[in-house]
């Protein structure tokens, strides 16, 4: 049979007071490889596309951790087309997604997306997935973006703002105690 512990107030062995019933517990220590907060979602609300040459942002999203050593896992997810014919006349679409650290300024993951297709063809709703362990490079607020560079022809990543479209490009992150 299973046992219920009732208490409004715990006191540890130096006599500090916690009490239960204020609904938070503060000065917890969580051993490593935990999930210490809710994850963090955020979902790209509009289309980006690129035709020429440049790096567009898709979305992003922040999360606070407490120490370097503490780890962000990082979700991200891109739907992506490539459009043959566009920018500058080739036919040869291509481009980069990568998931990018703007705290720190550096990328994490790069990935190349190509086809060769005839003028005006695309290829439609490529999903691309990147799950990736970060390293904070600061205490406080870190920041990762989904973004698209152009290569050739024309690259796009889908938004939550085309009518019906039920898959948005999106990323979420996981703190993970270090």
């Given amino acids: 049979m299973p046992s219920i ?15 239960l019933n204020s609904g938070t517990l503060s000065n917890l220590t969580f051993p490593s490889g935990h999930f210490v907060k809710s994850p963090v979602t955020a979902f790209q609300t509009a289309q980006v596309s690129r035709t020429t040459a440049g ?9 606070t951790v407490d120490s370097t050593s503490d780890k962000i896992l990082v979700y991200a997810s891109a739907e992506i087309q490539l459009y043959g014919g566009g920018g500058g006349g080739t036919t040869a679409a291509y481009g980069y997604v990568t998931l990018h ?4 300024g550096v990328d994490l993951v790069r990935l190349q997306p190509s086809e060769d297709l005839s003028a005006n063809s695309h ?6 997935t990147i799950m ?12 990762y973006y989904i973004q698209i560079t152009y290569g050739g022809g024309r690259i796009l990543s889908r938004g939550n703002d ?3 479209f039920t898959k948005p490009s999106e990323i979420t992150l996981f703190y993970i105690k270090g």
């Fill in 5 to 19: 512990i009732q208490a409004d107030q715990l006191k540890s062995a130096n006599g500090v007071t916690t009490y």
């Fill in 132 to 143: 990736h362990l970060a390293t904070p490079s600061q205490t406080g607020t870190n920041t």
């Fill in 123 to 128: 290829v439609t709703e490529n999903q691309w």
């Fill in 55 to 63: 790096t567009s942002n898709c979305v992003n999203a922040s999360i």
């Fill in 101 to 104: 650290d703007s705290t720190a």
């Fill in 162 to 164: 085309e009518g019906g």
